[in-house]
């Protein structure tokens, strides 16, 4: 009996001293990883003199509020903006429509090589990207496409592999009675698609919107490649390009480069719950 | 039977590929066309205008023993992808283990490790350069205040990759966030059984948590691999001039350059390409036959 009174209250001991340890584990951890972002914040708020002076001042003694719209300027940043923002929109419409179009019709449509065609495109996955690189680059070239939006648009309207398979997984999880009620009614695929289904799988579209934001929001080489003139680049460009001038002001660069991580950033605190379950849990749908 | 008499824009046979016709497109443009062209082109001398010029294996034997920065970045390629996968990967575990069970402030640690996930790569990459600049830049300020010196990290070619490879740790998050799900997923009855025989905690990680989590890490794997064989930000931003001692002149960034700032360049860069698609799919492949004797599926029982 003692020691069975015993027991548990050691075991609880044990188990607080281990989390004790944990939570200050994960702090000495986190501080590092957090402060390069405390850092870019201050030094873009920091004097000319200030951002570099050693040893350095943590805490600028003074705001300079004003280092954001040099850097901004400095950057052109509206125009670049709003050219991001176009082809991020146009890129997130392209893939919603199209992966949900394949993904039904790869999980709802009996079809010749139906299984054929979805084992091949999830091959697709595996193939290194930068394998087309070259050759889509000649194609687009060779339709005089180059320094125009077409090449950085129209690949999302194809459907990209790993949405589609997503998309097809998720369908695959809605029970058939779902659409075995409309189609006694007379409903045709596209009305099964987009009045039963696609409500039903929301959260997929969700994250399929929150992954493509990201993934255009940031793209790098293909504008490199494809934008030539710089009234048409887009913001990941012109801080690329401005990290390369010579002498660069720092605090102005900092504040610029804390804006253009801004969307971003705002996404991730309001869709906290897609990235954190959400995205995590992608991997594992399907794959067991 | 009904089927039958309707017309054939009607039938689910036809309807079928109108639905997936836009990624018959897709991998007919990025995937078949990519994988012929690069084939063919590897074999010529190309600027992309007129028609290529036939150079048998030239490009190959170029690459190998005229071109000097090819096995540098050859060099470079596999020691960015020796560095980050294994790091990422045991780091991300680590911080998932610890992140896995309630604790004071979980949400807030788990939000904190992915936030440089989500920032866009060029924005973070710059922000590195600032970190590593020599004279004002946060590492060696700090290193200054611990009385030791610093350095030119990305100039310098002793340093050069170990810092751009360095700053993957900061984009943990992504390999931390997949692991958590794959824990969670992990039956609690299977850890209550094992404290009933008395296993300790390392016993339970070895014989419980690794099995169970095999087929993530195993995806992870290979996911990882081919990620780092295909890096281009980090060397494109980080140092400007890959070029200058070719220590950080990673595969992607050669491939790159021999396409686009080079004259007749194309043929050669492909040859290149040719050469990253075969290393990855080695790698996959031994990553398969290796998952093979140590993922564990549930059920294959």
């Not at chain 1, 695929?189 to 255009?216: D, E, G, N, S, Y």
């Not at chain 2, 992808?81 to 045991?90: A, E």
Request: proline letters at 5%; one cysteine or more.
């Amino acid at each position: 009996m003692s020691t069975a009174t015993v027991r548990p209250r050691s075991a609880k001991q044990k188990k607080l001293v281990w989390n004790i340890l944990r939570f200050l584990l994960l702090l000495v951890i986190v501080v590092p990883m957090v402060f390069p972002l405390l850092w870019m914040i201050t030094s873009a708020l920091k004097s000319n003199s200030s951002v570099l002076a050693i040893p350095p001042e943590w805490i600028p003694r003074e705001f300079h509020w004003e280092n954001f719209s040099v850097g901004l300027s400095a950057i052109d940043f509206l125009p670049r903006f709003f050219n991001s923002l176009f082809i991020t929109v146009m890129c997130i419409i392209g893939q919603v429509i199209s992966c949900t179009l394949v993904g039904y019709g790869l999980a709802r449509i009996r079809f010749p090589l139906r299984k054929f065609w979805f084992y091949f495109f999830v091959g697709g996955m595996m193939l290194p990207g930068m394998v087309g690189l070259i050759p889509v680059y000649r194609v687009w070239a060779g339709m005089g496409a180059l320094n125009t939006y077409w090449p950085l648009i129209v690949p999302s309207f194809l459907g990209s592999p790993f949405y589609t398979f997503l998309i097809r997984q998720f369908f695959m999880g809605v029970p058939r009675s779902f659409d075995e009620a409309a189609k006694i009614d007379g409903a045709g695929h596209l009305r099964i698609l987009f009045q039963v289904l696609v409500p039903v799988i929301k959260p997929a579209i969700v994250t399929i919107v929150i992954m493509q934001f990201q993934a255009t929001w940031n793209e790098y080489l293909s504008p490199l490649l494809y934008l030539i003139d710089s009234d048409k680049w887009t913001l990941s460009l012109a801080v690329a390009s401005y990290s390369s001038l010579y002498a660069v002001e720092w605090n102005k660069f900092m504040a610029a480069d804390l804006i253009y991580m801004l969307p971003s950033l705002i996404i991730f605190f309001v869709c906290q719950k897609y990235f954190m379950q959400g995205l995590g849990s992608l991997t594992n749908t399907g794959i067991k | 039977m009904q089927a039958n008499k309707r017309p054939f824009w009607k039938r689910d046979g036809f309807i079928g590929y109108l639905f997936i016709l836009p990624s018959l497109i897709g991998a007919s443009i990025f995937i078949i066309y990519p994988l012929i062209m690069t084939v063919f082109y590897s074999f010529t001398r190309w600027d992309g205008v007129n028609d290529p010029q036939w150079l048998g294996l030239g490009n190959y034997v170029r690459m190998f023993t005229v071109d000097p920065s090819f096995p540098k970045a050859l060099q470079a390629t596999f020691l960015y992808v020796l560095i980050t996968v294994p790091l990422t990967m045991v780091f991300g575990l680590l911080l998932a283990l610890l992140l896995n069970k309630a604790l004071l402030g979980i949400k807030v640690f788990r939000t904190l490790f992915y936030l440089p996930v989500v920032l866009p790569s060029v924005a973070a990459l710059v922000l590195w350069k600032f970190i590593y600049e020599p004279n004002y830049g946060l590492l060696n300020q700090a290193l200054a205040l611990l009385g030791m010196e610093g350095r030119a990290w990305l100039t310098d070619p002793s340093t050069a990759i170990g810092a751009v490879s360095a700053v993957s740790v900061w984009g943990v998050g992504s390999m931390m966030i997949i692991f958590l799900s794959g824990l969670q997923s992990i039956d609690a009855q299977l850890y209550e059984a094992a404290d009933v025989d008395g296993a300790n905690g390392i016993t339970k990680f070895f014989k419980i948590t690794l099995p169970m989590m095999s087929p993530v890490l195993f995806l992870q794997l290979i996911t990882g691999l081919i990620k780092a064989f295909q890096a281009f930000n980090e060397v494109a931003i980080l140092t400007q001039k890959p070029k200058a001692n070719y220590s950080t002149y990673l595969l992607c960034y050669s491939i790159y350059d021999n396409a686009f700032n080079k004259l007749n360049g194309y043929g050669y860069a492909m040859a290149q390409v040719m050469i990253l698609f075969v290393i990855i799919m080695i790698m996959t492949f031994f990553v398969f036959r290796f998952s093979n004797t140590y993922v564990y599926y549930e059920n294959n029982d």
